[in-house]
């Protein structure tokens, strides 16, 4: 029966007809075994499935008929014109000088059980499940079974048939063996599967001379491999990888079979050829080709114009290059081979529970991650693939944030695309059946590209990223110590070290200056109330406090130092009032009076610091007090928020600030700041430096008999606050030079 009687329409789904083209299933009844196939799939999602392809392929076929019906004379004879010119260029470089061979184990699943257990050896058997089937021997093909076949359709066809497990270890195993010997010939051998690869014995027939041929070695392989492991190959000999794996199956099992490299025996080889029978041309290819009146390999050169016009320049190249018999002659090793993805993906039972198929895609997030560090490989793209009950297949990919194989970082790239799938498909809950994950965009772990890019969040938290290495990187400078480093996030904890007044030797590389160290032990007292701290951070806190009239109770000391700095504050304060701001915060004195009751009922130490404080004085309180530690960077904020205008502004920098558009609002510095960042580190390095203590401490002896004793009777509270604020305001008519009080007084 020939090729076109078989596919007249033998079952109502193409996509299941019979391929009679394998090894072993040449001359059976194929109308016959595709109403079988056709009888046991009706009914089941399966079929459904395959109807529905074979729907859109006979859309396609149809269209491409009425395109070709179409064609105009000139429209034909300009594609044969640029046919035969891509023709002519694959014939010129036509390379006929290596000797390629395609070595394909017979049945090999199957053959390796066979091996393990004699009794299978002379009985229908196929390795697989009911769902599938991965191969099946020479016996169980007589009767149709084939690879890629449910099992249930298996048993329709062969009642007899034994179906064994899969064992992908055991396979493995023999498989190494089988490509030990392959290293002898060719140590650059090309592994397509555990069952075949390519090898090119060009240097080993040309450097043994005339005495080895071709054929002897293959013959001579085959045979190592048989004693090695009790299997069969068969293979194929001819100049390209195409022709080769055309050879391989000729003569199975256990057989080879030779193409002569000439230009004329090649083409009167493919004259004839099945264009099934070329690996790239499947079930869907083969029904597209016929559609247009292609059978042969022949057919492919006769219909070149069509085929030009009709199909993509990629796949009309293709066609061309096998009308021709031309392939690839280059044997490409795994290591030398781009790898464009790797993926991974498990079958199982329909179902629909979410924390099932999460717990489901954690083993295959786990196992990929696990592929990609043994492989060294990192990838950007991650993408899902699911295959639902009625074997429809979705699939979606994004993007992560950077290279990786963590397999945290692809699993939540992996969950959110999971999701989304199964929220949006049509059927809730969706039931799967097939789920796979595939990392693509990759890289190797060591590419120099990848050193430069910025971490995730992930790993920074994990504490995986790496120091630095660029050449040239800012160094930062802790102001405390001179420690320098590149790592600004280790600057900041360093300097937090320093603050608690030690420093972590896992931190530092190198020691604090002794000049520093020693001035840190000796300044830790309070300018404004002789405050002793444990540490630098603690009197930095306290001085805080202390400008911001917010007590902390650091220790029992605190009662005498809390009231003279609200007693110095409240004097300040007076003179504040008497500008012409008294209004400004005026809807706030509510709020501060009650601030200043509930301080009263904090804490009995504070009994002194009641003091019957007038609107005034209140007022001035609202616009000084801030309530936080953070009075300079308000102070900042409040004067670049202010509009310039002609009367004078809260702070005047010196003249010699003039030409930068930066200035320290602390030391009014006339260095040139190119940016706030600069501007930042200069002020934390004040700061930091005490420079508010030591001015404040240049004001300390002026202010030390202004400073009443620390307790009084309660009826005299008022006239010690009017005391207070007297002696507070002739120091600071004796100091009004002060940097700090140009600072905080407003311009009159």
């Known amino acids: 029966m020939s090729d076109k009687a078989g596919m007249s329409n033998p079952t109502s789904c193409g996509l299941m007809s019979l391929n009679c083209n394998k090894a072993g299933m ?31 392929i006979d859309r396609q076929v149809e269209s491409m008929r009425q395109a070709l019906a179409s064609l105009a004379d000139t429209q034909l004879e300009r594609a044969r014109k640029e046919a035969d010119r891509v023709v002519a260029e694959l014939r010129a470089d036509r390379d006929l000088s290596r000797t390629i061979v395609h070595v394909d184990m017979d049945m090999f699943y199957a053959a390796v059980e066979m091996r393990d257990n004699p009794r299978l050896a002379n009985i229908p058997m196929a390795v697989g499940g009911m769902g599938m089937l991965s191969t099946s021997n020479y016996l169980a093909r007589k009767f149709g079974v084939r690879a890629a076949m449910p099992g249930f359709i298996a048993k329709k066809l062969c009642p007899e048939l034994v179906i064994v497990p899969t064992n992908m270890d055991k396979y493995a195993e023999v498989a190494e063996v089988v490509r030990g010997v392959f290293k002898e010939y060719d140590p650059n051998f090309a592994p397509m599967s555990l069952d075949e690869a390519y090898l090119d014995i060009t240097h080993m027939v040309s450097s043994q001379g005339s005495q080895v041929t071709p054929w002897a070695l293959v013959q001579e392989m085959r045979a190592k491999i048989c004693e090695h492991t009790g299997l069969t190959a068969s293979a194929g000999i001819a100049p390209n990888c195409l022709l080769a794996k055309v050879c391989s199956d000729l003569n199975k099992p256990n057989g080879q079979y030779q193409l002569q490299p000439n230009s004329q ?33 022949q057919d492919l050169y006769t219909m070149r114009g069509e085929l ?58 786990k196992d990929l991650a696990k592929d990609c560090k043994d492989k060294s490989i990192t990838g950007q793209a991650v993408t899902v693939k699911i295959k639902t009950h009625d074997f429809k297949l979705k699939t979606k990919v994004s993007q992560m944030c950077q290279f990786s194989n963590c397999e945290e970082l692809i699993f939540a790239t992996a969950k959110k695309i999971l999701t989304y799938l199964l929220d949006s498909s049509e059927e809730q809950p969706p039931a799967l059946r097939l789920m796979g994950v595939r990392l693509s965009e990759l890289k190797d772990k060591n590419d120099p590209s990848l050193k430069q890019k910025q971490g995730n969040l992930l790993a920074f938290v994990r504490g995986e990223c790496p120091p630095s290495t660029q050449v040239g990187a800012k160094k930062f400078e802790c102001p405390m110590c001179e420690f320098e480093t590149v790592n600004l996030s280790l600057l900041n904890t360093h300097i937090d070290q320093c603050l608690a007044g030690g420093h972590s030797s896992d931190l530092t590389c190198a020691e604090p200056s002794n000049s520093m160290a020693k001035e840190a032990n000796v300044e830790d007292i309070c300018p404004i109330c002789d405050y002793k701290a444990n540490c630098l951070k603690d009197l930095n806190d306290h001085i805080d406090q202390c400008i911001s009239n917010t007590p902390v109770k650091v220790s029992a000391k605190m009662s005498e130092p809390c009231e003279k700095a609200i007693t110095n504050i409240q004097c300040d304060l007076k003179e504040v009032e008497q500008s012409s701001d008294d209004d400004m915060f005026a809807d706030s004195d509510q709020d501060i009076s009650e601030e200043c ?23 001035g309180l609202v616009k000084t007090s801030s309530g936080s530690g953070s009075f300079f960077k308000d102070k900042c904020s409040e004067m670049k928020s202010t509009p310039r205008n002609d009367e004078k502004s809260i702070l005047k920098p010196p003249s010699s600030v003039k030409d930068s558009s930066f200035s320290c609002p602390v030391c009014f510095s006339s260095d040139s700041f190119q940016s706030e960042e600069d501007l930042s580190t200069h002020v934390e390095e004040c700061l930091s430096k005490q420079e508010i203590a030591s001015i404040l401490k240049s004001e300390k002896a002026a202010t030390k008999h202004s400073i009443v004793s620390k307790k009084t009777p309660a009826s005299s509270s008022k006239r010690k606050s009017e005391e207070i604020v007297g002696s507070y305001e002739k120091r600071g008519k004796s100091s009004s030079n002060s940097k700090i009080d140009s600072f905080f007084k407003p311009s009159c």
């Open 26 to 56: 040449v001359g059976l009844d194929k109308e016959k075994i595709n109403r079988v196939i056709e009888a046991a799939s009706k009914g089941s999602k399966f079929f459904a499935k395959k109807q529905s392809d074979q729907a859109r």
């Open 597 to 619: 009751e509930s301080k009263e009922s904090i804490d009995p130490k504070y009994e002194s610091l009641k003091v019957e404080a007038d609107s005034s004085c209140i007022k």
């Open 265 to 297: 025996d090649i083409l009167q080889f493919v004259s004839t050829l099945s264009i099934r029978k070329v690996g790239g041309v499947g079930n869907v290819s083969e029904q597209l080709l016929k559609a247009v009146g292609v059978q042969t390999c």
């Open 308 to 365: 030009r016009l009709l199909f993509s320049e990629g796949s009309s190249d293709f066609y061309l290059a096998t009308s021709q018999g031309i392939g690839s002659t280059r044997i490409e090793p795994p290591e030398e081979r781009e790898r464009k993805s790797i993926s991974t993906e498990t079958t199982f039972r329909d179902t629909s529970d979410r924390e099932g198929l999460m717990e489901t895609l954690t083993e295959l997030c």
